[in-house]
């Protein structure tokens, strides 16, 4: 069992920056994929940003929405079991509550950018990015 707690989220203005936090519990964090979405006012649920399970061979492999590509960087810090989203050149359609996600085995792109595939969530932090 694994328990994810968001933090970082809050009020910013457009072009300003914002560090979300994900904490998670259990001895074995390397192994999970870790994965950010969000949800906008009134829409479904949609990828963020993705980060493969460390562990593998192929691990830490990143994988981003085209929309944040270029402005948001997920990394992870297994001593901390913390996966983080650094978000940069924050703009008003980025409002959203963002979810973090913990999938217990590995993935690629097509795996790990759909919220299905994920076996755990955290409760949501909410961004608010006014122009």
């Known amino acids: 069992q694994v328990q994810l707690v968001e933090s970082g989220g809050g009020l910013v203005q457009a072009g300003e920056s914002r560090r979300l936090s994900c904490a998670a519990s259990?001895?074995?964090?390397?192994?999970?994929?870790m994965g950010w979405f969000r949800q906008p006012p009134g829409r479904e649920r949609e990828f963020v940003a993705a980060?493969?399970?460390?562990?593998?061979?192929?691990?830490?492999?990143?994988y981003y929405a085209d929309s944040v590509k270029g402005r948001f960087t997920i990394s992870s810090d297994n001593a901390k079991n913390t996966v983080y989203l650094q978000m940069n050149s924050l703009k008003p359609e980025d409002t959203a509550v963002y979810y973090c996600?913990?999938?217990?085995?590995?993935?690629?792109?097509?795996?790990?950018?759909?919220?299905?595939?994920?076996?755990?969530w955290g409760q949501g932090t909410q961004v608010t990015v006014s122009s």
């Open positions: 996600a913990a999938r217990g085995s590995g993935g690629g792109y097509t795996t790990l950018t759909s919220l299905e595939n994920y076996d755990y």
């Open positions: 980060i493969s399970d460390t562990i593998s061979w192929s691990g830490g492999i990143t």
């Open positions: 259990g001895r074995t964090f390397s192994r999970y994929a």
